[in-house]
């Protein structure tokens, strides 16, 4: 295999998949530095090479580099990777627009849309940005607390330009992880969006101990709510049967690491969300993008039963025990009353 040459990558957001992505990307011999705005985080990363706050008691390599300075960080960077929460990211990339070295394309792993605009994060960053830009998404399942520690994973990064979703991919590929690439972004985003309302709902239904026939149905039925809203707005269909769809939805649906099913969880054994989001004490992403979601669904006029129920648990409108019910009193028909997209 050929050595990817190295390249200078600033990677904004230290959180716990920022630092896990910046500690790959460094661990694979490629100059790298971190941004983060918390000074205590960033000395604990630069000097003790550990992250206490997102990723503790797992080692950072030495040659990853960490700073509050955010023009610093960009400095020479051949490549930009943000990975700051979806109601952060407009703000982010307004920031980095004014720093960002002339050449460096802009990839980021947040998952969401805009918050309020429900605008997907590609058309945020052409805005912002500018359409000359090159522009990626990095997406797929991956834990970052795994991706840190070493252990397999595969992933993919869509892009508009081959060229640079090669060069973010062959940056992230190496001997424990599998970068894979494409060109649908819309489908790539939309995936990593909806998993995390979906998650919400497979958590809710463990929650309330509703069996494993359950939490297999909702996988399904949630896939299909993804395929019939990716192929309304012009994704494509084998996007979301890869791993930014079907391989995001059934991580984040079965593994306790995932923030959005720890809230569904809780949500279902009676807790409430005020209290469940603040026991996770991290980005839990379906809160913001459940609205958006649903807001795509009404726009390209597609019914979504699972992200609705999702919607009005989060809002409190009804009860997980009411969604349940909603869910098991619509109408019986066929499964598939149009082909894979009806
Ligand atoms: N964790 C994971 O396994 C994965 C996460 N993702 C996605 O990555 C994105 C980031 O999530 P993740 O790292 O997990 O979140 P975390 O909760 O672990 O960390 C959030 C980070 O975002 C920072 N932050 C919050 N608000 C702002 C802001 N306004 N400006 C700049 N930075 C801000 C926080 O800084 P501070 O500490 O100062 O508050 C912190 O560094 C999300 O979209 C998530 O869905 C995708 C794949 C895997
Ligand atoms: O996106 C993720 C895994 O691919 C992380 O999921 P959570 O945000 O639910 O923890």
Not at 22 to 49: C, E, K, M, S, Y
Not at 96 to 120: C, D, M, N, Q
Not at 261 to 281: C, F, M, P, T, Y
Not at 294 to 302: D, E, I, K, L
Request: with cysteine; net charge negative; glycine share 12%.
């Amino acid at each position: 295999m050929e050595a990817t040459a190295p390249v200078k990558v600033a990677v904004l957001g230290a959180g716990s998949w920022g630092t896990a992505l910046a500690a790959l990307i460094a661990r694979h011999g490629h100059p790298t530095v971190l941004w983060g705005r918390d000074a205590n985080i960033v000395a604990a990363i630069d000097q003790r090479h550990e992250n206490p706050r997102y990723l503790p008691d797992i080692a950072l390599p030495a040659s990853l580099r960490a700073t509050t300075d955010f023009a610093g960080a960009l400095k020479d960077a051949g490549l930009v990777l943000v990975v700051v929460p979806s109601h952060a990211f407009a703000e982010t990339l307004r920031d980095l627009a004014p720093h960002r070295p002339a050449g460096a394309g802009v990839a980021w792993a947040t998952k969401g849309f805009e918050p309020g605009s429900g605008r997907f994060l590609h058309e945020v960053a052409e805005e912002v940005l500018g359409e000359d830009v090159p522009l990626a998404v990095v997406t797929g399942p991956s834990f970052a607390k795994e991706v840190a520690q070493g252990l397999p994973t595969a992933l993919t990064v869509h892009g508009c330009e081959g060229d640079f979703a090669k060069l973010v991919a062959d940056v992230l590929h190496g001997p424990a992880f599998r970068a894979y690439t494409g060109n649908d972004m819309l489908g790539a985003e939309l995936g990593g969006a909806m998993k995390n309302v979906l998650a919400v709902a497979t958590g809710v239904a463990d929650g309330m101990q509703l069996g494993l026939n359950a939490r297999a149905g909702l996988i399904t039925r949630g896939l299909n709510e993804m395929l019939r809203l990716n192929h309304a707005i012009g994704g494509k269909a084998e996007t979301l049967m890869g791993l930014a769809g079907l391989g995001d939805l059934v991580l984040t649906c079965t593994g306790d690491l995932s923030r959005n099913r720890r809230l569904g969880l809780a949500l279902g054994r009676g807790q409430s969300i005020e209290d469940a989001v603040r026991e996770i004490g991290q980005v839990v992403e379906s809160v913001q993008t459940v609205d958006e979601v649903m807001r795509q669904a009404q726009r390209n006029g597609v019914e979504l039963p699972i992200s609705s129920a999702v919607q009005q648990v989060l809002h409190g409108e009804i009860t997980p025990a009411e969604g349940l019910r909603l869910l098991m009193a619509r109408e019986q028909k066929p499964e598939y009353p149009s082909g894979l997209f009806g």
